[in-house]
């Protein structure tokens, strides 16, 4: 064996034993992983940790009342879920027919229909600024991703189930979205 051969073999061994001596890793925990959205022709992302499943095109059941946002009723796994209406949350007016619906993480469960899915994104953690704004609407967006094509504001869904408890009456609630 030649002392190239030996040498790179002694380089090769002593990497691998200190491979164990060192913490391991951590690949993807400073990703970021986002639901890319349209909501009344608007571009959003949802962070997908706040959210606990996707649907399109379920029968939403209306419901009369005071409140717009309130769409109806859509049943998931033998439970009846309330189902809003994202475009009228964030301000925007009532969508049309919104296409899917994404149901919250925590209680109480809602159902946050929208117009069009972009897609899922994973960016850096470190790519979303983090902010607030004071209306409603503005209270649920958290930040922004800057993308390629424009930045997309972040909905904050644990801020828009407070949004909603103010709408249906429950402004005060020491229940965790």
Request: hydrophobic share 40%.
């Amino acid at each position: 064996m030649s002392d190239s051969l030996s040498i790179q073999l002694a380089e090769l061994r002593e990497a691998f034993d200190r491979s164990f001596a060192e913490p391991p890793a951590r690949q993807g925990a400073d990703l970021e992983d986002l639901l890319a959205v349209k909501v009344a022709r608007r571009r959003y992302v949802l962070r997908l940790r706040q959210v606990a499943g996707l649907v399109p095109d379920r029968p939403v059941t209306p419901l009369p009342g005071p409140v717009p946002a309130l769409l109806g009723v859509a049943g998931f796994s033998g439970s009846t879920v309330a189902v809003y209406d994202l475009a009228a949350v964030l301000g925007h007016g009532t969508a049309q027919d919104p296409r899917w619906l994404v149901l919250t993480r925590g209680a109480p469960v809602v159902a946050l229909a929208f117009d069009d899915l972009d897609g899922h994104l994973r960016v850096p953690g470190d790519a979303v600024v983090e902010h607030t704004g004071g209306r409603a609407g503005e209270r649920c967006v958290r930040g922004m991703v800057p993308r390629p094509d424009g930045s997309r504001p972040v909905v904050d869904v644990p801020a828009v189930v407070q949004v909603i408890r103010g709408l249906a009456g429950h402004p005060h609630s020491n229940e965790e979205p």
